[in-house]
């Protein structure tokens, strides 16, 4: 089956400070990965997504992930934190053989100080 | 561009009670997916809709659930005689269909149900 592990429930930051969340996935081929961001009362937003080819994928925000087949993971990176950026990080996974749903992660809770 | 439409944003309800959510989907989106997201959880998967048709059901739906999307559009989600344990966020996220599955799917800002 499968699932998405984000190994870190609470992390803390200070602005300007670089920024890595971990996700791992379970699945036995490349499954399509995302990442979302979720403010306080707020649906999700999506920050960027994989499905092929280069494995370093660009989005929103000046966030990027890269994906890594030998180690199963899709970490999340920013270089430089704004306080804006304090929100709930969602890593979920879609995969060809489980029609539309996606599996999403525990979320890691990002807090930003000045 | 319009985003996906919940409403309520808040219910509270008395246990025993029925509730229904509505989800209007980004309107030229033909997939339609409900979640529920309890307190630090990620979202988990209830139904998805093809157009007005309901193509998948997660075991957590269980049968005082019910979920429609009569005409292909807006979708709606029941919960009959509710619990405790029905208090959460319900999420509605749409998509483009493709042929390859899993497209992006884009969310709206959630029902926030509270049983008392």
């Known amino acids: 089956a499968q699932s998405v592990t984000q190994p870190d429930i609470h992390i803390t930051v200070s602005e300007g400070a670089s920024l890595e969340l971990r996700c791992n996935y379970s699945?036995?081929?490349?499954?399509?990965l995302f990442w979302y961001v979720q403010s306080p009362g707020q649906g999700l937003q999506l920050l960027l997504k994989?499905?092929?080819?280069?494995?370093l994928v660009q989005g929103i925000k000046g966030f990027e992930a890269e994906f890594k087949r030998s180690q199963s993971s899709f970490n999340l990176r920013k270089p430089s934190v704004h306080w804006s950026d304090a929100a709930e990080y969602f890593c979920a996974v879609g995969t060809p053989n489980t029609g539309n749903q996606f599996y999403f992660g525990t979320g890691t809770s990002l807090t930003v100080i000045p | 561009d319009t985003g996906v439409s919940q409403d309520p944003r808040h219910k509270i309800t008395k246990r025993g009670q029925n509730v229904t959510f509505r989800c209007d989907p980004i309107?030229?989106?033909?997939?339609l997916y409900w979640y529920r997201q309890t307190l630090g959880q990620g979202p988990e998967f209830l139904t998805y809709?093809?157009?007005?048709?309901?193509?998948?059901k997660s075991r957590l739906l269980s049968d005082r659930f019910s979920a429609e999307r009569p005409k292909g559009s807006f979708s709606t989600l029941e919960i009959q005689r509710t619990e405790q344990g029905d208090s959460a966020m319900y999420l509605c996220?749409?998509?483009?269909?493709?042929?390859?599955?899993?497209?992006?799917?884009?969310f709206g800002d959630g029902t926030r149900l509270s049983i008392l």
């Open positions: 994989y499905f092929s080819g280069d494995t």
């Open positions: 996220a749409s998509s483009p269909s493709s042929r390859i599955g899993n497209q992006p799917q884009h």
């Open positions: 809709f093809q157009n007005e048709a309901q193509l998948e």
């Open positions: 309107s030229e989106h033909n997939r």
């Open positions: 699945y036995g081929a490349t499954p399509y």
